[in-house]
């Protein structure tokens, strides 16, 4: 057997009483010199940085509220703070935002929020719901910012942000605002051309939404509600049943869309376009000019249905 270890042992514990002297001079020098700690050299300290814990879908409604209004306040920070590496880290890939200057991809949010300088957001009215993977989340806000070179509104107007889990972090997919300048302008050109045969597949999704609208196709247009959906428009925040009440009544134009552009991540596609669509609803007739409009599907061709629905056209 191997006496070595149990050696070794008992001449660290005769150094710790001091009798370590007496032991080596009983040994041979070779042994001597084994019973000899040898100093092994510290290892370099290795400093972990923290991960953040991977999002999560929260417990029950208020839960869903406190997240909604957690995004939307850090979006807004971030979207006035000019970081360009932060506002694409907030964004997806897929993101696309809609203003009267035109629609914007994720490349092209930090240049445009710069010529925009949002700023002393204030918001209120949260409304949040869960959509398949994605949360729709609805607000009032008042912001000081510039749109297509003019001074928008800034008392509170509706606003629409979509997120979605990517790569363990809450990501914003598509954001709206119905805030203006007065006048109102045309809308801008898209501020991207995207992929041509993904902008066509997406401009036919959303005829055939508003085309059952249009024709009081109401079988084919309320499958197309998805549950958990929202829409911001001239009325303000409504949801899905809402649409689906108003579509009855209203009688629309046969829509018209120009510089459609779609995106995509995983199964959400968000479509932004300038439409051109006249409405009489109840009382109120929106003309038929063209004004920036966004919607968010999920799914594919006659399964897709929609979550979200910004509709930036208003009685003259």
């Known amino acids: 057997m191997n006496k070595a270890p149990i050696l070794l042992v008992t001449v660290a514990a005769a150094a710790a009483l001091g009798l370590h002297s007496s032991l ?3 040994l041979p020098p070779s042994d001597a010199a084994q019973a000899a700690p040898t100093a092994s050299p510290r290892p370099p300290e290795v400093q972990v940085e923290a991960k953040a814990p991977a999002a999560a879908w929260p417990e029950g409604q208020k839960g869903l509220d406190a997240l909604a209004a957690k995004l939307v306040m850090d979006w807004m920070t971030t979207a ?11 964004l997806a890939p897929c993101f696309q935002r809609i203003s009267f200057a035109g629609a914007f991809d994720r490349s092209g949010e930090a240049a445009q929020l710069k010529t925009m300088a949002p700023k002393d957001a204030k918001f209120s009215g949260i ?3 869960r959509a398949g993977d994605a949360l729709v989340v609805t607000c009032l806000m008042s912001v000081t910012e510039t749109v297509a070179g003019k001074a928008a509104q800034s008392d509170e107007q509706p606003r629409l942000g979509v997120w979605t889990i990517v790569d363990g972090s809450w990501k914003l997919v598509a954001w709206a605002t119905f805030n203006m300048p007065s006048p109102r302008p ?3 050109a898209p501020g991207f ?14 005829k055939r ?15 197309m509600v998805a549950d958990g959906m929202q829409v911001i428009n001239f009325k303000g925040q409504k949801t899905g049943a809402d649409i689906v009440k108003g579509a009855s009544h209203a009688t629309t134009d046969a829509p018209t869309m120009d510089g459609t552009r779609a995106t995509r991540c995983g199964d959400l596609t968000i479509v932004t376009c ?5 409405q009489k609803v109840g009382w109120s007739t929106l003309p038929a000019d063209p004004a920036p409009f966004l919607a968010v599907f999920r799914g594919t061709g006659d399964g897709a249905t929609v979550i979200a629905l910004a509709n930036t056209n208003r009685p003259k």
Not at 193 to 206: P, R, W
């Open 80 to 90: 006035g703070s000019g970081d360009a590496a932060a506002i694409e880290s907030a």
């Open 186 to 188: 045309a809308p801008g």
């Open 193 to 206: 051309a995207g992929d041509a045969a993904l902008n066509a597949e997406g401009e036919s999704m959303l």
């Open 127 to 129: 409304v949040a719901t």
């Open 274 to 278: 300038s439409l051109t669509m006249g």
């Open 24 to 26: 080596a001079t009983a």
């Open 209 to 223: 939404f508003l085309s059952a609208q249009h024709a009081k196709d109401m079988p084919t247009f309320e499958a």
